[in-house]
């Protein structure tokens, strides 16, 4: 079983940035596709970033790539969102996720599942 708990979120002004932290137990982190998902009010959760096991590859939604970045340090089984240049649509709940292996978009594909970290952007 792996647990996930997400932090770094709060309260931040447009432009400004922000990095989430997601902090896995369990010994198969390093094996384990890990990802980042939102759900903004009244909104469908949507694909975010996801990263492999080894960091080697990234994959993006169109929509945040250039802002956003996904990373991982397997030494301290966390994996991070470095979040730039925030508007106020990027207020959402930040999910962390992870599965074994294959990296993937699909929510539906992935096994373990954060609380999620709250991050409000103001205008």
């Known amino acids: 079983q792996v647990q996930l708990v997400e932090s770094g979120g709060g309260l931040v002004q447009a432009g400004d940035s922000l990095r989430l932290s997601c902090a896995a137990s369990?010994?198969?982190?390093?094996?384990?596709?890990m990802a980042w998902f939102r759900q903004a009010p009244g909104k469908e959760r949507e694909f975010v970033a996801a990263?492999?096991?080894?960091?080697?590859?990234?994959i993006y939604s169109d929509s945040l790539k250039g802002r956003f970045s996904i990373s991982r340090d397997n030494a301290k089984n966390t994996v991070y969102l470095q979040m730039n240049s925030l508007k106020p649509e990027d207020t959402a709940v930040y999910y962390c996720?992870?599965?074994?292996?294959?990296?993937?978009?699909?929510?539906?594909?992935?096994?373990?599942w954060g609380q999620g970290t709250q991050v409000t952007v103001s205008s």
């Open positions: 996720a992870g599965r074994p292996f294959i990296i993937a978009r699909e929510q539906y594909r992935y096994d373990y």
């Open positions: 369990g010994r198969t982190f390093s094996n384990s596709a």
């Open positions: 990263i492999t096991g080894s960091g080697s590859s990234t």
